[in-house]
């Protein structure tokens, strides 16, 4: 894979690094040019949403993945900071950058629910890039495979799944439906919610062909926690929908 995509003297570009930036404009560039052409939000409340769901989402994913290799880390601590090797984890990321979206949307006296409408669908577009930078960076990868497009990595011991690759095949089909299921939408917080049930159930199951350990009568953490995401999304969806089938 490509981890580094050049280098001058002590600098290096990272790909992962340059796939999120690439992620994080786009869809920046697309939720502005939405929000002039509908109204809503103001394209400048986009850019401000963006800057922090990025500096909370990025914290909270990092401190997750550090929290499920906390024995790596107090072994040699400022690989805490070491960000550029990987090791983000998107679960820790969504809680964080939930409750920093809750924060700004309070503060700039914005809907929270129509605002989460807004923004899903571009989420999902840049979880696509940044599953790509993965791909290039050689982590995430998936379980043994021998399938003609299996890959391998340094680290892989041979080939394995692009579970990268499934992902961000996934996202980028989640980001063209919540487009067009957003136009049709019955309630606020529906494709907000709908983002969170459909990413959580693909997470799911992508989950058995990661290279990842069982925690917990054979299933990881991260399904658990999809198995969660999907309840508590699929219990405030139908409550949502019931509030707005009495109103009508």
């Not at 981890?3 to 340059?18: A, E, N």
């Not at 880390?73 to 690989?79: C, F, Q, V």
């Not at 996202?171 to 299921?181: D, E, G, N, P, T």
């Not at 350990?213 to 399904?223: C, D, S």
Request: charged share 15%.
């Amino acid at each position: 894979m490509i981890p580094v995509l050049f280098s001058v003297g002590p600098f290096h570009l990272y790909s992962y690094g340059v796939c999120l930036a690439l992620g994080m404009l786009a869809s920046l560039y697309l939720m502005r040019r939405r929000a002039a052409r509908e109204g809503f939000p103001a394209p400048d409340d986009c850019s401000d949403m963006m800057f922090w769901l990025f500096v909370w989402g990025f914290a909270g994913a990092r401190l997750f993945y550090v929290a499920q290799n906390l024995s790596g880390y107090l072994a040699d601590p400022l690989r805490i900071f070491a960000v550029w090797e990987g090791g983000l984890i998107f679960y820790g990321g969504a809680v964080s950058a939930l409750l920093g979206f809750f924060v700004t949307v309070r503060t700039k006296k914005l809907s929270f629910w129509r605002f989460l409408d807004f923004i899903t669908p571009y989420i999902a577009l840049t979880q696509f890039f940044g599953r790509v930078g993965c791909f290039l960076n050689g982590c995430c990868f998936g379980t043994r495979c021998e399938l003609p497009w299996a890959v391998e990595f340094l680290q892989s011991n041979g080939p394995v799944h692009p579970a990268q690759l499934y992902e961000a095949f996934y996202c980028l089909c989640l980001f063209f439906f919540l487009r067009a299921r957003d136009r049709r939408s019955r309630f606020e917080g529906q494709t907000g919610l709908l983002y969170f049930l459909l990413y959580a159930l693909g997470r799911y199951l992508i989950e058995f062909v990661r290279e990842q350990p069982a925690y917990w009568f054979g299933f990881t953490i991260n399904q658990w926690i999809s198995v969660a995401m999907i309840l508590v999304a699929f219990v405030v969806f139908q409550a949502r929908r019931r509030g707005a089938d009495k109103r009508s």
